[in-house]
């Protein structure tokens, strides 16, 4: 939601957020690295702020119109439309001397009533300026005055060398209200693209360092690194299980806000471990995401339709009926993406999704992957955080593959599982679980043959009450 004080917005309300609300007469400063996202964080400023009816003018020296367009298209810009409608224009300017720029970036701004001016990038004309020193003072003082006078925001862009900063930006730092300084890091062949707010006037500023990705159809997305608490859940809400059983091992109930670490060794699994997850979402009504690391959506699919046939008697009908409902199966390929990188694809996934429950299954790929990667735990921790402020439930699967990850994840959560296996007399294995909840006493839990019996006998009203979610579902379709 925009701010109200704001007159302007940058399309991001993280962003909005951090640099607090965009004044009149205000000048932003974007610099960066080649490809570091200048021209998208500019044009996402521009289209947004035509969508909240201010009229806006792009002028560059080297972007082509039409390709321009296109690219911005892919990010959810549409300045098309924008143009069409009256609120956006596109001007390519010339590089002759800084006289002439000067003369024709005036004429521009002052011809037409325009509430956002971009220009893309002043590096051209600080070029210019080397020749004859005066010049640059010229240069300053008349965006200075243009912010000032004529123009609401005026949005510069500066392209900074990749090897480190380039003293030619410093002297429009100075005149600048806030920079963003936009920068990427290669680790492993995995990129993290950072945002740094090196100057906002007005606001103290906390945090400096802000991972940001490009979305496909979206735009820029900027994570806003939570604090504890920070944002209140809302009223906590209490889930609980139809099967009995589970609640004991979910230490009597499950609130909203809550942190669930259930792990298991690199050998052996028990579908018990999944199981209460069918439960939790048909008996409370609950929307799960369930976020794999290791399998693929089918299989994970497969996984729990399975289970519930076998340790539900569903029908595999209802079965997958029930699936359909209340999970939403997703699956990344950590190798992929830089920590930052996935922990902003999750948040967009789990604010477009919206659901309840957040399952995080194999994490143990993400340790294994990101092994000695410098912001894993940050972006872990971050992510974690964030949820626990909207509310959200977050269960995390994982395989103990390695003790100091397991033992830093059971530490921040507020209910910890660990499963263990025991040969009893007979020579079968048996599940034990080892259960901690915040508050209480850790407590050791068996699972024995005739306890899948009584699980058994719950799957009745557990049908029951699926089919009468199901018939609700779609009485309320209709
Ligand atoms: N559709 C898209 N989805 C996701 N990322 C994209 C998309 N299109 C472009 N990008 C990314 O955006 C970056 C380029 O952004 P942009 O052109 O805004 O950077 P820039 O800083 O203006 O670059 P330059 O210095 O070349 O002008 C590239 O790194 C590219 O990976
Ligand atoms: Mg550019």
């Known amino acids: 939601m925009l701010n109200k004080e704001a007159e302007y917005t940058t399309g991001s309300p993280e962003l909005d957020d951090l640099i607090g609300p965009i004044l009149p007469n205000s000048m932003l400063l974007i610099a960066g690295h080649p490809g570091s996202g200048k021209t998208s964080l500019a044009s996402q400023i521009c289209y947004a702020n035509t969508r909240l009816g201010k009229k806006c003018l792009y002028v560059t020296f080297y972007e082509d119109k039409g390709k321009l367009y296109k690219n911005m298209s892919k990010i959810g810009v549409d300045f098309q439309s924008a143009e069409e409608k009256g609120f956006f224009k596109f001007v390519k300017l010339p590089v002759v001397s800084i006289e002439s720029f000067l003369k024709e970036f005036a004429s521009l701004v002052e011809r037409e009533d325009f509430d956002v001016v971009v220009l893309d990038s002043v590096n051209p004309v600080l070029e210019l300026t080397e020749k004859r020193e005066e010049h640059r003072a010229i240069l300053l003082n008349f965006f200075y005055q ?19 900063e380039n003293v030619e930006t410093r002297p429009i730092d100075f005149v600048a209200d806030a920079v963003i300084y936009l920068k990427h890091r290669v680790e492993r062949g995995m990129l993290s693209r950072i945002m740094e707010l090196r100057k906002i006037r007005g606001l103290p500023l906390q945090t400096v360092e802000i991972p940001f990705v490009i979305i496909e159809g979206k735009g820029i997305r900027v994570f806003k690194p939570p604090k504890p608490g920070e944002i209140c859940p809302g009223p906590v809400k209490k889930l609980s299980t139809t099967i009995k059983e589970f609640l004991e091992v979910l230490g009597g109930s499950l609130k909203t806000g809550n942190t669930l670490l259930v792990s298991y060794p690199s050998w052996g699994r028990t579908p018990l471990t999944l199981l209460p997850l069918v439960d939790l979402a048909i008996t409370n009504d ?5 976020v794999t690391f290791l399998y693929s959506p089918d ?29 939403h199966i997703a699956s990344f390929n950590p190798s992929a993406y830089s ?94 679980f080892l259960v901690w909840r915040q508050g209480f006493h850790p407590q050791v839990i068996g699972f024995k043959s005739e306890d899948m019996g009584k699980l058994a006998s719950y799957s009745r009203d557990l049908a029951k009450l699926a089919k009468q979610r199901l018939g609700e579902g779609s009485e309320r379709e209709r």
């Open 146 to 164: 243009l912010t000032s006078s004529i123009i609401g925001l005026l949005v510069v862009l500066a392209e900074v060398e990749a090897r480190g």
């Open 286 to 290: 609950s929307k799960i995401l369930f």
């Open 299 to 327: 299989v994970i699919e497969e996984l729990l339709t399975g289970i519930m046939q076998n340790y539900l008697n569903f029908e595999a009908e209802l079965a997958r009926e029930v699936l359909k409902k209340y999970l």
């Open 339 to 432: 920590p930052s990188h996935l922990m902003m694809l999750l948040a967009d996934l789990i604010e477009s999704v919206n659901p309840e429950i957040v399952v995080f299954h194999g994490g143990e790929v993400l340790a294994a992957t990101y092994k000695g990667f410098s912001d894993f735990w940050i972006n872990h921790r971050n992510l974690m955080v964030w949820l626990k402020n909207k509310g959200k439930i977050v269960v995390n699967y994982f395989a103990r593959i390695d003790p100091y990850w397991n033992k830093t994840l059971e530490a921040v959560s507020d209910l910890v599982v660990r499963v263990y296996f025991k040969r009893e007399g007979n020579g079968e294995l048996h599940p034990e």
